[in-house]
């Protein structure tokens, strides 16, 4: 079993960054895939990014191309998210997940495909 811990939420202005971490603590970090999830009020969660265990193979929702980027230091037992360019409508809690996976290369792209979860952690933009 693996327990996770998300921090850097916040209030932040239109335009700003913010980045989150998630620390992992149980059995080996590597052997997961990692994803951040979001969830606003009324709405369903859905994927924001993911990266795989190994060779850095990432993915990201439309929506936050080329302004998220999620990343992985195994040596730390953490993902982070580094958000730039924050919006109104990216307002949500934020939640990490892992998934426990023998294939190296693969990015669970469904919440259904995720073992554990994190407790999240608010992120609020003002326009």
């Known amino acids: 079993q693996v327990q996770l811990v998300e921090s850097g939420g916040g209030l932040v202005q239109a335009g700003g960054s913010l980045r989150l971490s998630c620390a992992a603590s149980g059995r080996t970090f590597s052997s997961y895939a990692m994803g951040w999830f979001r969830q606003a009020p009324g709405k369903e969660r859905d994927l924001v990014a993911a990266i795989s265990r190994s060779y850095g193979v990432t993915f990201y929702a439309d929506s936050v191309k080329g302004r998220f980027t999620i990343s992985r230091d195994n040596a730390k037992n953490t993902v982070y998210l580094q958000m730039n360019s924050l919006k109104p409508e990216d307002t949500a809690v934020y939640s990490c997940?892992?998934?426990?996976?023998?294939?190296?290369?693969?990015?669970?792209?469904?919440?259904?495909?995720?073992?554990?979860w994190g407790q999240g952690t608010q992120v609020t933009v003002s326009s």
């Open positions: 997940a892992a998934a426990e996976t023998r294939r190296t290369v693969v990015v669970p792209k469904s919440p259904d495909g995720y073992d554990y």
